[in-house]
């Protein structure tokens, strides 16, 4: 009910006990009593009779990898064998980017936060490969902060090889990444035989049990004490995958509840997975189980995972369940839990973060019945919020268990126990969270489809499509933009503010506009010159004597104005339009470069566009808005192809060649006028800390034109070199100067000759309690018509079409 205070009438929390009621207020658990056999007069507040419905806790996950989920239709196990899991997931990496990274954690946490889960532990795959390391991290980070208060998040730095622990590794640099964006539990993989080395591949009989992988190291004793010596040297907690093999000799696992003992470990250690446990001998089976009782070690069983991919030969039936002695090691008192795993990638092509399947599903593999299943539910609530709530006791978002002063979190089912729940696992829910039911809903997999695509290729191995057109994805699937690939790896790029100053070049252009016979062809010649030289080298530089009167300029920055002082509610009739690129936008766009919205609101007018989605603010509303703005829409087109004209004989090409790939006459013209708005900030009341009023990015046009005003200053260049040091250069408005920059779609068609140029829009320092002001300025995006095919000479990029080209850019940086 919308309301503070309820009263959930006949609900079942427990086998043991019968139906209660519960009574919330102000988001907490304020009684729990036996039910009362008709409703009580003097409770005033709404009364809901659940009918005898089941009342759960929130779930915990405690193991997952949402940095690899939703990935399993793009890279494949091929093999369908560890081996084969291990191989793909490899290869997967060099698709990273912040935004996949972003997209696909989102995804699994919505799914997560859907069916009733308020807390997951990650492991993060964190290696010597530092770039794709820290764009990891910087994602998850990102998931925090945007989940807090929903779903708790705590990120395992899952250090892989283990042999990075050995004297000549990297775990310290590693972690060191890690511990920037909250990682405080330490974790990796001793996962291989100790004793035999099989190779999957020549396992025929199918009697065989696969090992899946190369024997143990003999360096494992160095590097398991190396291990603890950094854990305990970081103050971190422990989180190991551990004998995930079928080799009944191996004593990895004793060996680590030993080191824990030898190093008087305080902090919580956590074993996963443990399966080759379940085929020891007796002797090594009870030492190990006693050593991990003195430990106080945690075994975490992922049977779903396990159940799927241990013992897993090719065109054989499995002759082992995968699991570890789940029975046997909580009858002497050491916890067990039970977690999700791998989800929709190489190792587990299945799952969608639904602990209560999960827990069904464990139940089913290790055999426990519905008279028991109820005392082993603590395995996927408290039990495993206990591990968490060891490393990160101030992140818990949820309670650990449905009692008297506890926050109302908990999950409804239209079952009345958890029997037939189990039997049905499609049983409705009701996810409450702070005593209010969440108002969410499973994201569809179709949001995926933009980074997942069956075995996508990179540039240098897609094939380029005979005819010039497009494939039919058209999406950064088919073609992986390198273009968006850089824009995402500038997490790892320091986002300090200018050090040095370079020039960027003024260049007269009156000549390339004369086209009086008399012109003077030298002096067009040099003009060329200077253009190609910048925009080759810098790929940034200013015009004057342009053609656009100083009268025009002040009128098209007063209907833009204009625009944006209408109440916020007027100008949302006019909401961006992503398949027109066209219409207004408040906040909305996200720079894969820094996962955060840029701090601008713009209006986005795609002339051709705007009468189809009746986009115009009508003249009632803004008088003369719509002719004053094409007028000086069609004026910058004009000056963008005198620039284009002058770039394409330099590129060996006609005077007149992008004209007709440019027209604004035709239909499916794609140039844009950009009005934007930066808002002023109060230091009193806003913080501009860790935002952009535009994040670093390249432009996806051929080229831009750029009109700023004098005093309103922000514009920062990253050219050449200094973009890989991070070093960025103010480029002051210069009075009656045009900024000009390349764009992605016209380095592209050079065959990267000409460069696109990392820049944003910075705020100015807030120091003295003095605000920052306002910022307004004018882009002119000279963008290809969508027919048009982009493909350079020397065709180093395949072929594509400059329509599906901005629309992989759009999905790149708009939410749906």
Request: proline fraction near 5%; aromatic fraction near 8%; glycine fraction near 4%.
């Amino acid at each position: 009910p919308n309301s503070k205070s309820y009263l959930l009438r006949n609900v079942k929390i427990s086998e043991a006990m019968g139906n209660v009621d519960i009574m919330v207020e102000n988001e907490f658990i304020t009684s729990i009593h036996a039910s009362a056999q008709n409703s009580s007069s003097e409770t005033k507040c709404p009364q809901i009779n659940l009918q005898n419905y089941l009342v759960l806790p929130t779930f915990t996950d405690v193991h997952t990898h949402i940095d690899k989920t939703h990935t399993d239709i793009r890279s494949k196990n091929c093999t369908e064998t560890r081996g084969g899991a291990v191989e793909a997931t490899l290869l997967d990496r060099k698709h990273f980017s912040s935004s996949d990274l972003y997209k696909r954690m989102d995804f699994a946490i919505s799914c997560a936060y859907f069916h009733g889960t308020s807390a997951i532990r990650s492991h993060i795959n964190s290696s010597s490969d530092f770039e794709k390391t820290e764009m990891a991290w910087k994602a998850f980070d990102a998931m925090k902060e945007k989940w807090k208060g929903k779903v708790t998040l705590e990120g395992v730095v899952f250090i892989l090889p283990s042999s990075e622990f050995e004297a000549s590794g990297n775990a310290s640099s590693i972690l060191n990444i890690a511990i920037k964006y909250g990682g405080r539990v330490l974790g990796t993989s001793f996962s291989s035989p100790s004793t035999i080395e099989v190779n999957e591949h020549s396992l025929t009989l199918p009697t065989a049990l696969s090992y899946q992988g190369p024997k143990r190291s003999e360096n494992f004793p160095t590097q398991l004490n190396n291990f603890f010596q950094l854990a305990q040297q970081w103050n971190f907690h422990v989180d190991v995958h551990i004998d995930e093999h079928a080799d009944g000799q191996s004593d990895s696992l004793l060996q680590l509840a030993r080191s824990t003992i030898q190093f008087n470990y305080h902090h919580k250690v956590v074993a996963s997975h443990c399966c080759s446990l379940s085929l020891a001998k007796s002797e090594l089976f009870k030492e190990t189980i006693s050593a991990l009782k003195e430990a106080q070690i945690t075994v975490v069983c992922l049977p779903t995972c396990n159940l799927y991919m241990q013992d897993h030969v090719p065109n054989a039936t499995p002759r082992w369940r995968g699991i570890p002695p789940v029975w046997e090691l909580r009858a002497v008192g050491i916890p067990v839990v039970f977690a999700s795993d791998n989800v929709r990638d190489a190792f587990y092509p299945f799952g969608d973060m639904d602990m209560m399947d999960i827990f069904t599903q464990s139940c089913r593999i290790a055999q426990i019945g519905p008279a028991s299943a109820m005392e082993w539910l603590d395995s996927v609530t408290s039990l495993p919020r206990r591990v968490i709530s060891a490393s990160s006791p101030q992140d818990l978002t949820s309670s650990l268990e449905l009692v008297v002063g506890n926050r109302a979190d908990f999950v409804i089912f239209q079952a009345r126990n958890l029997h037939e729940l189990m039997c049905r696992p499609a049983t409705p829910r009701c996810v409450v969270r702070n005593g209010k039911a969440i108002d969410a809903a499973l994201p569809p997999y179709s949001d995926l489809d933009d980074i997942n695509t069956p075995n996508y290729l990179s540039p240098t191995t897609q094939e380029v499509p005979e005819s010039n057109k497009a494939p039919e994805e058209g999406d950064e699937r088919a073609y992986s933009l390198p273009e968006i690939q850089l824009e995402s790896c500038l997490v790892a790029i320091d986002q300090r503010r200018s050090t040095q100053s370079i020039t960027v070049p003024v260049i007269d252009i009156a000549m390339l506009l004369n086209t009086s016979e008399d012109h003077d062809e030298a002096a067009v010649a040099v003009t060329r010159g200077l253009i190609w030289e910048a925009a080759s080298k810098m790929g940034f530089f200013q015009v004057v004597n342009h053609g656009m009167s100083r009268q025009e300029l002040e009128e098209a920055f007063s209907q833009s104005q204009s625009f944006f002082s209408l109440p916020r509610a007027q100008k949302d009739r006019f909401a961006l339009r992503r398949e027109l690129n066209a219409g207004f936008e408040y906040f909305q766009q996200v720079r894969p470069s820094t996962l955060l919205p840029d701090q601008k609101e713009s209006f986005q007018i795609t002339p051709c566009n705007m009468d189809k989605g009746g986009l115009w603010p009508p003249a009632e509303l803004l008088p003369g808005f719509r002719s004053s703005v094409e007028s000086f829409a069609q004026k910058s087109h004009e000056i963008s192809l005198a620039l284009l004209a002058s770039l394409a004989v330099s590129m060996g090409y006609q005077e007149d060649y992008f004209n007709a790939l440019h027209c604004s006459t035709a239909d499916d013209c794609q140039a844009t006028l950009r009005l934007l708005h930066y808002p002023a900030v109060d230091p009193a009341g806003g913080n501009a800390s860790g935002y952009f009023r535009a994040g670093p990015h390249t432009d996806w046009a051929c080229l831009t034109l750029l009109y700023q005003r004098v005093g309103e200053n922000g514009l920062e260049v990253c050219p050449g070199e200094q973009s890989n040091s991070g070093v960025w250069t103010a480029v002051e408005p210069v009075e009656g100067a045009i900024t000009v920059n390349i764009g992605d779609m016209l380095m592209r068609w050079s065959d990267d000759k000409l460069k696109s140029t990392l820049h944003r829009v910075q705020y100015p320092s807030l120091s003295n309690g003095v605000s920052i002001k306002d910022r307004y300025s004018i882009a002119y995006f000279m963008q290809a018509n969508k027919s048009s095919v982009i493909c350079g000479p020397e065709k180093k990029y395949p072929p594509i079409t400059a329509g599906d080209y901005i629309q992989m850019r759009i999905k790149s940086n708009y939410a749906k």
